[in-house]
C-alpha cells in the first residue's frame, strides 16, 4: 500500500453504534406505549399545554396594555419582573400585607425600569398592573380560608356527635 493514497474511512463502528441507539430508542417506545403510561402523560401534556395557551394570552394582554405592543422580548420582561415580584412576597413571610407588598412591587419595577429604560408611564402601568395581583390573591386566600372554616366546622360537628354518643352510653345504666 502506498502511504501517499487516500485510505477510506470506515464508518462500520459508527453505524453499529447509530443502530443501537436507534434501536434502544424504539424499543423504549414500544415498551412505554405498550405499558399504558403513555395515555396519563399524554392527557397531562394536554392540560398543560392548554394552560400555557391561557396563561400566555393574560400575559400577552398584560404586556399589551402596559408596552403596547406584544413580543417575545418582551413578555420575557414582563414573566421576569413577575417572577421577582412574587419571589420577594415569599420572602416577606409573616409580614406580607398590602402595603409591603406594593412598597416591593414598586422597588422592583423602578428596578428594572432604570435597566430598561422604561418611560414613567410604562413603569406605573406596570405597578398598576402588577398591584392588581394582590387583590387576586386575597380574594383566592378568602376563598381557600372559607373552604377550612366549612371544613371544620363539619369535622367539629361529627366530633360533637361522637363526644354525645359516647356520653349518652356511659350514663346509660348497665344491663344485669
Known sequence: MNPFQ?????????AAALAAVIGGAVGIAVAYQKSGIHKDVEAKAKVLAKDFQKNRK???????????QVSEDL???YVDVHSHVMAAKDQLGA????????????????QF??????????????TKNLMQEWEKQSKAL???????????????????KVAKKAVAKSKKPAKK
Open 6 to 14: 487516500k485510505k477510506e474511512p470506515n464508518y462500520g463502528g459508527l
Open 58 to 68: 393574560v400575559i400577552q394582554a398584560n404586556v399589551q396594555e402596559i408596552f403596547g
Open 75 to 77: 413578555e420575557k420582561v
Open 95 to 110: 409580614q406580607l400585607n398590602e402595603k409591603n407588598f406594593n412598597k416591593t412591587i414598586e422597588q422592583i419595577v423602578e
Open 113 to 126: 425600569s432604570k435597566a430598561q429604560k422604561w418611560s414613567k408611564q410604562t413603569a406605573d402601568k406596570f
Open 142 to 160: 378568602s376563598k381557600e380560608g372559607k373552604t377550612i372554616v366549612k371544613k371544620a366546622k363539619k369535622t367539629v360537628a361529627s366530633e360533637v
